[in-house]
């Protein structure tokens, strides 16, 4: 029979997805999938609207956050309990639905996908799990989280680069740094773009030039690395106070294209080779041309397997970290002190 096992994650540019199929291909589990903001409501009438508004204003309550509660637990009580339990981003539920969560896993995880200090109130939702997983190792020291990488999912993206240099992401406080290392580039006679996603129409007008452009709409996650396919080198510019990695470095890995990245913390990482990766600092003025003239340095093979998504999968859904009572015989998941289940299982002596 095969094993039961919960995902859940908000829907994200279409992030979910890439996991799901990682979990459906690379295990044999029968996933439920849950999206924790993913189930609109259409109101029946203007009546309904109304009434909705009224509710909010006076009661501090959402029809559409009533029904897409509904929805969530209809589809967490598809089964009585699970064998897994993965939650993206478990600041997103109710304490209640961590609750019931907790009450039906044999075994609990949670990712934090964001650093504690970008994201508000990821802290609070640890003692409803098992084990804790981060991309981020100051979070990982600090919290006693599991470090864990993230991944690439798509490899030799074959095509001719339009760019020499491009950096695609949304609109936000990097924008003043985005700007400068593309005109940088540019000055040194690279063709260096900046694509970038901005729902104000004032932000896009105000700064769309030749080398900035605006996107109507996010690029959903999956079809990213066609854009990455898209230029000889990728350019990554990390948020404040981050000291892991995102996706981008790993994408590049898999795409076989050089980075240029703002993360100095790439240095510690196993596949880090300065052929391949250049770290921009507050300093730099411009990038070698040997960078860009030299080819790509192949990674060896065992360590471009270690970061797969088939990889990630295994590390996630195979970890073990069962302690043993010799007084009771028992071996037992540990959770915090203010845990709100712990599962135990017996063994046969002998």
Known sequence: MKKKMLYIAPDHYD???????????????????????GYSYHYKNLGERCLNFFLKLCFHTN?????????????????????????????????????????????????????????????ETMPYFDIHYSFDQNDCTQYGLHFTPNFYFTENHSSKPQYDVLFLGTYDYRFTQIKQ??????????????????????????????????????????????????????????????????????????????????????????????????????TTLSVPDSFFTTPYTEIPIAIRQKYTLENWVHSITTIKIFHYDATKNLFYLPRHQSAHRRHQTTLPTG
Do not use: C
Request: hydrophobic residues 40%.
């Open 181 to 282: 290392i593309i005109q940088q580039l540019n000055h040194q006679g690279k063709n260096a773009k900046a694509l970038l996603f901005s729902k104000d129409k004032n932000i896009r007008k105000k700064h769309t030039s030749q080398k900035i452009s605006f996107l109507d709409k996010i690029i959903p996650f999956p079809e990213i690395v066609a854009h990455s396919g898209n230029t000889q080198i990728i350019l990554d510019i990390h948020h404040r106070n981050q000291s892991g990695l995102s996706f981008r470095p790993f994408e590049a890995m898999g795409l076989k294209k050089k980075l240029i990245t703002t993360n100095p913390h790439i240095k510690t990482y196993d596949f880090y080779n300065p052929n391949n990766i250049f770290i921009w600092t507050n």
């Open 63 to 123: 029809i559409k956050k009533i029904h897409s509660q509904k929805v969530i637990l209809q589809k967490i009580n598809q089964y009585p309990t699970y064998d897994i339990v993965y939650v993206n981003r478990p600041d997103m539920l109710s304490t209640e639905l961590l609750a019931l969560i907790a009450q039906k896993a044999t075994f609990s995880i949670a990712h934090y996908w964001d650093s504690f200090s970008k994201i508000k109130g990821q802290k």
């Open 15 to 37: 992030f979910y997805k890439v996991i799901l199929k990682g979990f459906q291909d690379f295990t044999d589990h029968s996933v439920v999938m849950v999206l924790s903001n």
